[in-house]
């Protein structure tokens, strides 16, 4: 899921020391987490003095929550792209997203996840400000969701009584655990699993 | 979810030395992940000297694996309570499971979740040893609750075609995302939304 490599670059192609900063975070905190990542890491990976670092965020925090609206603006694009696929039926870009996310994870031998859900499982517990961003990003997932399931709706493919916005909730509810599973595993399986017995229920039978 | 305080006394109902530091190590776990916990912390929530505690256990790593046993004992002493309650049709013996999860995690007012998904989250991609018995914990309860669906199945609550191992799996896939997303609402919503679904999904019509 996580490619901090698509991590926006600017208009000309090249990466900001800024950018560079958020893409050295996003890779940092997905793997070992926020509290653990040492600005001094994320410095040493960039190859910048630590006056830079203060000159683009006030505190690490600042920094932390800098890679969470990083990553979500990220994530917002790539799943408005997959989601107005024209070629392909409403719930065949679903589809497309699970698929995606699968070839995501296994670039990365399902050692990396999805950094909202670490952060969230680290950090909900901990800081209000992290939690309450982190759980509206989730939610704009679940509103870009509902839109593609309402389509799929509306094109057949989705029982008609079914809500989508409850669905959009359970996808994402679900889908984070399948995530946080596949890197227990080590293997796509929850992601699979999770997603088919997800279109079985939905699906118009 | 979790309850420290329900962690194992010993036979005659006071609390050994080892009990307590693993009681204590549960709720720092819980609470602040594995890495950010200080032994420290833990001596001075029990009150004895550091030699006790490599007494005990021969690093922080035996202890933090220590934790998860611990845990993962009372967790499955907790399912086998609740699943072979003859009182309650299986289906239902699932959702008073949901109902003690729900009462358990509004007690901490949902910043705790469940031991095994936070090291889960924080440690698959660190450290081999963790993730292989996380996902071994994990699949010891999908199989308890694998029996309780197959019990469901002969008494005819649960769909004569259903696969009750792929429904287990996908429970607790689920569930494990529930209980994060809980941590970041602070809500029940989400352990509702998700079980809903889950029974609706399986119940014969």
Not at 11 to 28: F, K, M, N, W, Y
Not at 76 to 90: N, V, W
Not at 120 to 125: I, P, S, V
Not at 161 to 166: I, P, R, S, T
Request: hydrophobic share 40%; charged share 25%.
């Amino acid at each position: 899921m996580n490619k901090p490599s698509e991590i926006p670059a600017g208009i000309e192609g090249r990466l900001s020391t800024r950018d560079l900063l958020i893409r050295a975070g996003v890779e940092q905190c997905t793997e070992g987490g926020f509290q653990m990542t040492g600005i001094e890491t994320i410095l040493r990976a960039v190859g910048v003095p630590k006056g830079s670092f203060y000159h683009y965020f006030k505190s690490k925090k600042a920094f932390g929550l800098a890679v969470v609206d990083a990553y979500a603006d990220f994530f917002h694009r790539k799943l408005q792209r997959i989601f107005s696929d024209e070629q392909t039926p409403p719930l065949g870009r679903l589809r497309n997203f699970v698929s995606e996310a699968v070839s995501g994870m296994s670039r990365y031998a399902f050692r990396r996840g999805c950094l909202v859900g670490n952060l969230g499982q680290e950090l909900a517990g901990l800081d209000d400000e992290f939690r309450r961003r982190l759980e509206e990003v989730l939610r704009a997932w679940e509103a870009q969701t509902r839109r593609c399931l309402e389509q799929a709706q509306a094109a057949g493919e989705l029982r008609k009584e079914a809500n989508a916005g409850e669905l959009a909730e359970f996808f994402w509810i679900g889908w984070e655990g399948a995530i946080l599973r596949a890197k227990l595993t080590r293997s796509a399986r929850p992601m699979h699993l999770f997603s088919d017995c997800f279109f079985k229920q939905v699906a118009t039978r």
